[in-house]
Protein backbone atom coordinates (compact mmCIF):
# COMPACT_ATOMS: atom_id res chain seq x y z
CA UNK A 1 0.00 0.00 0.00
CA UNK A 2 1.04 3.05 -1.16
CA UNK A 3 -0.38 6.85 -0.49
CA UNK A 4 0.96 9.62 -2.85
CA UNK A 5 -0.81 12.77 -1.94
CA UNK A 6 0.90 15.98 -3.57
CA UNK A 7 1.18 19.36 -1.88
CA UNK A 8 -1.27 21.02 -3.88
CA UNK A 9 -3.50 18.68 -3.34
CA UNK A 10 -3.07 18.75 1.09
CA UNK A 11 -3.60 22.35 0.53
CA UNK A 12 -7.27 21.75 -1.43
CA UNK A 13 -8.37 20.01 1.73
CA UNK A 14 -6.99 22.56 3.72
CA UNK A 15 -8.70 25.04 2.03
CA UNK A 16 -11.99 23.77 0.91
CA UNK A 17 -13.09 22.05 4.65
CA UNK A 18 -10.18 23.68 6.90
CA UNK A 19 -9.63 20.91 8.57
CA UNK A 20 -6.31 19.09 9.48
CA UNK A 21 -7.41 15.52 9.64
CA UNK A 22 -8.87 13.59 6.88
CA UNK A 23 -9.90 10.16 6.97
CA UNK A 24 -9.77 8.18 3.38
CA UNK A 25 -11.99 5.44 2.97
CA UNK A 26 -13.65 2.97 0.40
CA UNK A 27 -17.54 4.42 -0.18
CA UNK A 28 -20.14 2.10 -2.08
CA UNK A 29 -21.51 4.15 -4.36
CA UNK A 30 -22.50 1.46 -7.59
CA UNK A 31 -18.92 2.41 -9.70
CA UNK A 32 -15.55 2.76 -8.74
CA UNK A 33 -11.85 2.78 -10.68
CA UNK A 34 -10.41 0.54 -8.04
CA UNK A 35 -13.04 -2.32 -6.99
CA UNK A 36 -16.35 -2.25 -8.44
CA UNK A 37 -19.01 -0.48 -6.82
CA UNK A 38 -16.78 1.40 -4.39
CA UNK A 39 -14.88 5.29 -4.59
CA UNK A 40 -12.59 6.68 -2.91
CA UNK A 41 -14.53 9.54 0.19
CA UNK A 42 -12.84 11.35 2.61
CA UNK A 43 -14.14 12.89 6.11
CA UNK A 44 -13.43 14.98 8.48
CA UNK A 45 -13.26 12.82 12.07
CA UNK A 46 -11.11 11.56 15.15
CA UNK A 47 -9.91 7.82 14.52
CA UNK A 48 -10.60 5.03 16.75
CA UNK A 49 -8.64 2.33 15.33
CA UNK A 50 -5.82 3.56 12.73
CA UNK A 51 -5.04 1.17 9.89
CA UNK A 52 -2.29 3.79 7.88
CA UNK A 53 -1.32 7.29 8.64
CA UNK A 54 0.38 9.73 6.68
CA UNK A 55 1.20 13.71 7.60
CA UNK A 56 1.57 15.86 4.77
CA UNK A 57 2.10 19.81 5.38
CA UNK A 58 0.41 19.61 8.88
CA UNK A 59 -2.14 17.91 7.66
CA UNK A 60 -2.46 14.26 9.25
CA UNK A 61 -4.69 11.51 6.50
CA UNK A 62 -6.04 8.25 7.76
CA UNK A 63 -7.19 5.13 6.27
CA UNK A 64 -9.14 3.14 9.54
CA UNK A 65 -7.90 -1.07 10.06
CA UNK A 66 -11.06 -1.75 8.47
CA UNK A 67 -10.99 -0.73 5.39
CA UNK A 68 -7.60 -1.27 4.43
CA UNK A 69 -8.53 -3.66 2.38
CA UNK A 70 -9.26 -1.26 -0.27
CA UNK A 71 -6.14 0.21 -0.54
CA UNK A 72 -3.84 -3.26 -0.55
CA UNK A 73 -1.43 -3.62 -3.60
CA UNK A 74 -2.42 -0.59 -5.00
CA UNK A 75 -0.47 2.78 -5.11
CA UNK A 76 -3.08 5.68 -4.22
CA UNK A 77 -2.70 9.16 -5.71
CA UNK A 78 -3.92 12.20 -5.13
CA UNK A 79 -3.03 14.97 -7.05
CA UNK A 80 -4.74 18.42 -7.75
CA UNK A 81 -5.73 19.06 -11.36
CA UNK A 82 -4.92 23.37 -11.62
CA UNK A 83 -7.63 23.08 -15.28
CA UNK A 84 -10.12 22.16 -12.96
CA UNK A 85 -8.96 23.31 -9.47
CA UNK A 86 -10.25 20.25 -8.05
CA UNK A 87 -8.30 17.02 -6.71
CA UNK A 88 -7.98 14.11 -9.00
CA UNK A 89 -7.57 10.38 -7.26
CA UNK A 90 -5.69 7.81 -9.66
CA UNK A 91 -5.23 4.03 -8.81
CA UNK A 92 -2.00 2.29 -9.58
CA UNK A 93 -1.49 -1.74 -8.76
CA UNK A 94 1.65 -2.75 -6.90
CA UNK A 95 3.37 -6.26 -6.86
CA UNK A 96 3.30 -7.65 -3.91
CA UNK A 97 6.75 -8.41 -2.50
CA UNK A 98 7.04 -11.98 -0.39
Not at 7 to 12: G, R, S, T, V
Not at 24 to 44: N, R, T
Not at 54 to 60: P, Q, T
Request: proline share 2%.
Amino acid sequence: MIISIDEKAAKWFTNEFEINTVRMFPQYDGFGEKHKGFSLAFSAESPSNIGFTKEINGINFYIEGNDVWFFEDTETCLSYNDEIKEIQISFKETLAIN
